[in-house]
C-alpha cells in the first residue's frame, strides 16, 4: 500500500546539523498531517514535530529553535533539519503519516517508516 522511508541519519558531533527525509509512496490519494518521531531505548516514543498539509507546524519544547520540519506535498515528503544537535538528541527518528489511500475511503489511515539511526556524539 504505502510506504514511508527515511534517510539522512548518522553520526554528528554534538552542535553539528543533519537533515532527515521521508518519502511516501504506493497508492496515495492525499497525505494529511506528518510527523517525526523518535525513540530511545526503554523510553516511549516521542513525538518531535508535527506540520499540516498547509504547512503548520509545532515542535516539542526540547527541539525549538533548533529544529525545523518541512514538506514538499508534490513530492509526498517531509524533512527534519536538525540543527545544535545535542548528545540527548540520539535516537531513532520515525517518519509517520496520515493517509488517504483512495478518494474514497472515509478515514485516513496511519502509517510508519522504518527508522533512522541519529547519534550525537564527540
Known amino acids: 500500500q504505502v510506504q514511508l522511508v527515511e534517510s539522512g541519519g548518522g553520526l554528528v558531533q554534538p552542535g553539528g546539523s543533519l537533515r532527515l527525509s521521508c518519502v511516501a509512496s504506493?497508492?496515495?490519494?492525499?497525505?494529511?498531517?506528518m510527523r517525526w518521531y523518535r525513540q530511545t531505548p526503554g523510553k516511549q516514543r516521542e513525538m518531535v514535530a508535527y506540520?499540516?498539509?498547509?504547512?503548520?507546524?509545532d515542535y516539542t519544547d526540547s527541539v525549538k529553535g533548533r529544529f525545523t520540519i518541512s514538506r514538499d506535498n508534490a513530492k509526498n515528503s517531509v524533512y527534519l533539519q536538525m540543527n545544535s544537535l545535542k548528545p540527548e538528541d540520539t535516537s531513532v527518528y520515525y517518519c509517520?503519516?496520515?493517509?488517504?489511500?483512495?478518494?474514497?475511503?472515509?478515514?485516513?489511515?496511519?502509517?510508519w517508516g522504518q527508522g533512522t539511526q541519529v547519534t550525537v556524539s564527540s
Open positions: 509517520h503519516a496520515n493517509v488517504r489511500v483512495h478518494s474514497s475511503d472515509q478515514v485516513a489511515n496511519i502509517f
Open positions: 504506493g497508492t496515495i490519494f492525499e497525505i494529511y498531517a
Open positions: 506540520i499540516t498539509r498547509g504547512g503548520d507546524t
